[in-house]
């Protein structure tokens, strides 16, 4: 009678399971229990094809549902780029109601034979926006210039461009436009708002490029944003050395041209609950002018950074995650080209440390708390060769530099993000919604003395030098608060719509910035999303140009060419005017295709329009014919002026991109990309016009010098044949970047950057054996950068006086590159 009861009751629930069917729910989490958030799950029935399998993606909590009609036996995988693969885990679903959770490994580099594979680039329908990608073992395997300099990386890709002076532009933007995030905080510099941090490699597990209608939680970055991740460690020890034995090139002679040894350590405090990792850098590089005579054409630098990173898992449901980033840099004659010999350059010394913590909390039914604080100082020495005058000659530069500066800045930033429960209204909803609070500093004390320009019979042209005091010091606070919504109306139609609200003390307007965006995937066929998107984006207050008024004026003598006085000295200095200035808008359009088909096959087209309106920049009020205030002119004791520069809203900014992208990835760990770019990059102020540019502009408009309207990229990482044995390559071909020309005095001529560099080609071929030896990781790397030996210039003589004129200068050869890297034991 009891086994009969037992039955029935067996028979009533499975009818209850039938016709109530089965809810999944389930997490995605990396090896540490922290959420893997765009994780990508599929289940199907075993015995089933592949096209029959549910699909869905996690949330910002790594959490997944989905509704099963039958119980029974299934396949369930999950993939996310950057962690290896999780291919069809087999389960039995019974319960009305069941829970799984999913553990994805980040992505460790392969060697000898293994069952695992990376996860291949996918199509991301939880985004409208565009994104792009490079994973930590991407970065080790692209051979890009001086391998140790993060920067260098980021070239490979495809929206971001780096000029001839490193500085890195995304969407054809100045570099402080671009909102650069480490581990979730800020890490722009105070000052000028560029990337200027600098962390091994090693530490990196991925960089992420969002740029057209951004998330609400993006609001400082114009162009877009760059996100920087990296590693915690695991419940393994792990041990790595890199370049640990310099490398010789043949530079004029034998010279170690550039040694950069990396120490990694990462591995538990205590297993399953507290981990770290440590990574060390060290960056010593040998700089040769081919150009200069020996004995004078050589500097060399010293670079060091130390990245901590640990998590702790107070609780299940809380999550503890901290960071130390120190960094110094000692460069002595920085700043030698062939056109800028020793005694012109610049003895540098800067230090950086950034610290930060970040606490996460899951409250329960669906609620994730953020909370974070971050704090970064920076400290900069410039100290010239010697108290001389800088003399501007036509066929280059003599005398010493005329700025001697020390600087300090720091960041304070607090942040909170939460993320509420999703609902169902026309739809499924995912808020979230965020505060962004931030303290930005600057203080200074430059003291300059002058310098020169001379004609090309070498008498003085003219003779700059300074007044007032150059010690500084200017501050700002900006606080943001966001709502983004994710809407879902359909299983293939999402929405996301946001909206941000900015304030900051130096502008005092409070400014609304809507989001829109919109991806959709066509009938069966889910591998492709056509996306679109508009928003609004406004650009935060530079400190750099809000302090140009307090900072010293110049005072411009001119002469004839007997010495004698023709004008002057003459004033020249900068103001804020005491009318309200309104916040930089940009408008950024984008539309794209992308579609994943085959086996790791991946293609996207991409159309990006950015238009900048009411911009700040410097006016030269007197060219437009207006006087300068009776107050002014008598604090000078009526002396006449040049230039009385005004901010105001007048800058405006265009660009336009269509890029396309094939990237294919295979086997366990290999693939390739190609990408080609057409562009365009214009502005109404394009010379950043300041005290230390020795540059008169009449018309500043043009191209931007980074502009390059035809971009051609490609990288992959390629099996040989033979196992463990790979090719790696990365190539690039553009439009030579535009410049501007300049006579005697230093005016521009003609059209500003008018002109352009020869047209750039680099081709960096390495091969790389892996290999195990006494039960130790090993890969050995050799090859050459730029292997057919052409001569990408980096420098002009622009003067159209020069004998000299339109030589170009610069740019490395063909160079022969080793890398030995330890990855510890098997």
Known sequence: MTTLVGLLAACAALCQVLAAGIRLSGRVVDENNAPVPGARVSLRPAGAESHSARRIVADARGAFSLELELPGEYLISAEREGFFRLAERPVRLERAEEEITLVLNHQQEIFERVTVSYSPPAVDAERTAPQQRITGTEIQAIPYPTSSNLRNAMRALPGVVQDNRGGLHLSGAPEEQTYYTLDGFQVNDPL???????????????????????????????????????????????????????????????????????????????????????????????????????????????????????????????????????????????????????????????????????????????????????????????????????????????????????????????????????????????????????????????????????????????????????????????????????????????????????????????????????????????????????????????????????????????????GSVLRGPAVSLFEIPAGPLRRPRYYNWNFSWEQAFGPGWYLRANWLSRRGRQGLTYENILQAGRQVPCALSNAFADLPFDALFSLANLRRDLYDALELTLRHAFGQQYEWLVSYTRSRAFSNSVVDLSIDDPIIVSRNVGRMPWDTPNRFVSWGYLPLGRRNWALAYLLEARNGYPFSVQDDEGRLLGQVNERRFPFFFELNLHVERRFLLKGHRWALRAGFNNITDRRNYDTVNNNASSPNFLRFYGGQGRSMNFRVRWLGRN
């Open 192 to 562: 000028s708002g560029r990337f200027e941090t600098r962390i091994s490699v090693d530490s990196v597990r991925s960089l992420e490029v969002s740029t057209g209608a951004l998330s609400a939680e993006y609001g400082k970055g114009a162009a877009g944003a760059l996100a920087i991740r990296t590693a915690a460690g695991d419940d393994r020890l792990r041990y790595s050395a890199t370049n640990f034995i310099p490398g010789v090139e043949n530079r004029k002679g034998l010279i170690i041209g550039g040694w950069s040894p990396r120490l990694g350590v990462s591995g538990p405090l205590r297993k399953g609950r507290a981990w770290f990792s440590e990574s060390l850098d060290l960056h010593y590089i040998q700089h040769v002018v081919e150009d200069l005579p020996e004995g004078q054409d050589r500097t060399s630098s010293w670079r060091g950074s130390s990245l901590l990173r640990n998590q702790f898992n107070l609780t299940p449901t809380n999550q503890l995650f901290t960071g130390l980033l120190i960094h110094t840099w000692t460069a002595p004659r920085t700043g030698l080209t062939a056109l800028d010999p020793w005694e012109t350059t610049v003895d540098r010394r800067t230090r950086q440390w950034f610290v930060h913590a970040k606490n996460q909390a899951y409250l329960g039914r669906g609620l994730l708390l953020e909370l974070g604080w971050a704090a970064t100082r920076t400290f900069g020495r410039e100290i010239p060769q010697g108290q001389e005058s800088l003399h501007i000659l036509p066929e280059g530069r003599r005398g010493n530099y005329f700025a001697d500066a020390l600087r300090r800045a720091g960041r304070d930033q607090y942040l909170a993000n939460l993320f509420l429960p999703s609902f169902s209204f026309g739809g499924q909803h995912q808020l979230k919604l965020g505060l962004d609070l931030d303290r930005v500093w600057y203080w200074q004390n430059v003291r300059r003395t002058g310098y020169q320009h001379y004609r090309s019979d070498y008498t003085v042209l003219r003779a700059v030098r300074f007044g007032g005091s150059g010690r500084l010091a200017r501050s700002n606070f900006e606080a943001s608060t966001y709502l983004q919504d994710s809407w879902r109306l359909r299983r293939n139609l999402l929405v996301e719509a946001g909206l941000r609200h900015d304030w900051d003390r130096l502008l005092g307007s409070h400014d609304a910035a809507p989001r829109l965006g919109i991806a959709w995937s066509p009938p069966r066929l889910e591998s492709a999303k056509l996306a679109a998107g508009f928003g609004i984006v406004y650009e935060t207050a530079s400190l750099r140009v809000f302090s140009r008024p307090l900072d010293q004026y110049s005072l411009t003598t001119y002469f004839a060419r007997d």
